[in-house]
């Protein structure tokens, strides 16, 4: 199986930033709880666009959660409103990244898209296995797309025994061009709660969970 980090989410193709980047944020409000996922959204001091952090629990072991996310032969099953995820530079067995991915914009809009930068981490002891990224601006822009000013992007996956793993991903970021900030918040629960949706209907199949990953270790339960 060709796998590649997608870690990249949308609303509206919005891509979703590190899990760790909204530990401490007070100002979370529950938007919506719905089929086994849980989503808020936040306000940040320095963007027009709100935050989103989404929970659900899927059945899983914690290398087919993962590789889930890897392959990009599959993105377009699951990943809301995601064109293309093309590996740009993949070094340390993929757990160091560079991506480019384009994101499908409604007429008249143009298609965003985003070269990011980001590293796959497990926690030792606990086994949590956490994504982080962010935008790079060094890289040509296609003339048929809009550029992200600003992206930052990640997931965590949590191993809760059972069969089942917790998986959070958190969004945040500048989309450029005049999108009006106002419709993207309103519609922040979209990307990842259909995003959400759609994994916990298919990562039960063999092509995740025979998946074997060197640099990802499983909790002995």
């Given amino acids: 199986m060709k796998l590649l980090l997608v870690i990249i989410s949308l609303l509206l193709n919005l891509i979703s930033p590190p899990a760790m980047a909204v530990v401490g944020q007070t100002n979370m409000k529950l938007i919506l709880d719905k089929n086994g996922i849980k989503i808020w959204s936040y306000r940040l001091p320095d963007s027009p666009y709100h935050g989103f952090k989404a929970v659900t629990t899927v059945k899983s072991s914690l290398t087919g959660a993962v590789a889930m996310v890897m392959d990009t032969q599959a993105a377009n099953r699951w990943l809301y409103r995601t064109l ?85 991903m958190t969004g945040h970021a500048d989309l450029g061009g005049t999108v009006p900030a106002i419709i993207v918040n309103l519609l922040i629960q979209e990307h990842p709660y259909h995003s959400l949706l759609a994994m916990k209907k298919i990562i039960g199949e063999a092509r995740f969970q025979t998946v074997r990953l060197s640099a990802i270790k499983e909790p002995v339960m």
Avoid: C
């Fill in 84 to 168: 293309a995820v093309e590996p740009i530079q993949l070094q340390n067995n993929n757990m160091d990244f560079v991506i480019s991915v384009v994101s499908d914009f409604p007429w008249p809009f143009k298609d965003r898209e985003a070269i990011v930068k980001g590293k796959i981490f497990q926690d030792s002891r606990s086994h949590l296995v956490t994504i982080e990224s962010q935008s790079l601006d060094d890289y040509p822009i296609n003339a048929n797309h809009e550029r992200m000013p600003r992206v930052e992007g990640g997931w965590s996956f949590r191993p809760l025994g059972n069969g089942e793993v917790e998986v959070t």
